[in-house]
């Protein structure tokens, strides 16, 4: 790889290597020694092609739950198997993998700017700004990025929008899914909301079990399906559907915290 190839953004895949490479060494011992990470699903993302890929999650932290799924990618893509021991897996990282964020977010600070190059597509939210309700139009703009970005490569979004659990999803992804046809996996993740602070930048909590399970493809019809039918089809995926709040009371949700609280790993 030259010096000077760049992404179709216009990124430097040089810098960008090393900007992953470094974020990885930094972040790694969150995910495998203050709190152990467990996986599932590996072999599904070695079947994967290389491009076209819209990876859809449920929501708990700004940042710790997309610096996961990049260290689990990337490790599975290079052979471990549910694991990401032995941090080698990260030198030669898949550049073309990219994450969709709130704009507004990605231009706080120095390290938001570091984090965008990395892989981020920013996007202006519809619904709420610097802390207020809102009501604008998509931007074309937006949209056209994402489908660029699913044509290098791999993209991971979280279509709630929030990272509070529960929340409907945006049907924005139904329509990027109907526009691009993608291939649409699902991820479910667990525990970073009890391990880091809402951005996902500090370590709340040591010892705390973390989990990522990704599932098999969506079967979607693109053509024919609804994007109610998408959307409902996605939370029930990703385990954010109300109905699965109408199976489990409140004395099992307070019950199913307590033991999540005993599960922990001991650090080493």
Known sequence: MGLFKKNPFGHNLFLKKWLIRILAVVSHQRY????????EGSEVIRSLPDVNVLFVS????????VVAMFHVFNASLSGREDSIKNLGYIWQPKLNMYYIAAAETMKKSLLTKVLAYAGSISVERTWRSEGKEVNRQVKMSDISNIGKALN?????????GTTTPW??????????????KPVVVPVVIDGFRRSFDKKGLRVKKKGILQSMVIKEPLEIDYDNESTESIIEKLEYAIEQHPSFLKVISKEELLAYEEENQQRRWKTS
Do not use: C, M, S
Not at 32 to 39: Q, S, T, W
Not at 152 to 160: A, C, E, N, R, Y
């Open 152 to 160: 290098d490569g791999w993209v991971i979004t979280f279509p709630q």
């Open 32 to 39: 495998k020694r203050f709190n152990k990470l467990e996986i």
């Open 167 to 180: 929340k409907p999803l945006r049907k924005g992804t139904a329509h990027i899914i109907k526009k691009y």
């Open 58 to 65: 449920n929501h708990q932290t700004y940042f710790a739950d």
